[in-house]
């Protein structure tokens, strides 16, 4: 089966532009999650869509931070206006549900701020 | 809340010696374990999970790992490294009463297999 797709690898952009980041989990997941991974440090869970609907955004920081996942099917995560600190890895990852059968993730989008 | 903790932020070891890695979470509460293996450049890949069941869990290259509940510890173990097995090590914990399976990670363990 096809892995968790996205898009772009890397991407380079000055402090207080924006920027969005897209993801395609695998066929038939339901659950898709985003991941923030700075240097040095484990993966923070940023959000979680189970389908369409929105899990758990706890992490989130809601005013820079925005995510959606239109048909539950591929989804996108936006940050606007970035910051030198958002400079990280931002991984997708899918599972077909909540349960911990363990999930599956894409190769992450590398974004350095400058 | 949950929190994993792994103690040793690089274990370098020489080829085809043991290995063991460091685990411990926070909370006894029922939970899922998990060991995630990063390479350079890529994603995390699902190394092997305990979710209930034998207390011993094995990957098919090698590694097994130990759910001792009374000790909250999940250590990754290798009888005998491969200089391929040069990656960076993450394990995870969810609390299976959260309702959301969110994985907490530890901030990882970098291991440098040395010829």
């Known amino acids: 089966e096809a892995g968790v797709a996205q898009s772009p690898r890397y991407k380079i952009i000055e402090k207080r532009q924006s920027v969005a980041f897209w993801c395609n989990p695998i066929s038939g997941h339901a659950t898709l999650y985003w991941y923030q991974q700075i240097l040095g440090q484990g993966p923070k869970l940023l959000i979680q869509f189970q389908n369409n609907g929105v899990v758990d955004d706890s992490q989130l920081p809601k005013d820079r931070f925005s995510a959606e996942r239109l048909k539950g099917v591929d989804s996108t995560l936006k940050i606007q206006p970035a910051k030198l600190e958002d400079s990280a890895v931002y991984l997708c990852?899918?599972?077909?549900?909540?349960?911990?059968?363990?999930?599956?993730f894409g190769s992450g989008t590398r974004l350095t701020v400058v | 809340a949950q929190s994993v903790t792994q103690l040793d932020s690089q274990v370098p070891v020489f080829e085809e010696a043991p290995v063991e890695l460091r685990c411990n979470y926070s909370s006894s509460v029922s939970v899922y374990l998990f060991w995630y293996v990063q390479y350079p450049n890529q994603g995390l890949q699902l190394l092997l999970k305990?979710?209930?069941?034998?207390?011993l869990v094995k990957s098919i290259n090698g590694f097994e790992a130990e759910f001792n509940k009374s000790q909250t510890s999940f250590h990754l173990r290798k009888p005998s490294v491969h200089i391929s097995d040069t990656a960076e090590y993450f394990c995870?914990?969810?609390?299976?009463?959260?309702?959301?399976?969110?994985?907490?990670f530890g901030t990882g363990t970098r291991l440098k297999v040395l010829a």
């Open positions: 990852a899918s599972s077909p549900d909540r349960v911990g059968g363990g999930y599956t």
């Open positions: 305990y979710l209930s069941g034998s207390t």
């Open positions: 995870a914990v969810t609390d299976t009463t959260s309702g959301t399976y969110k994985y907490i």
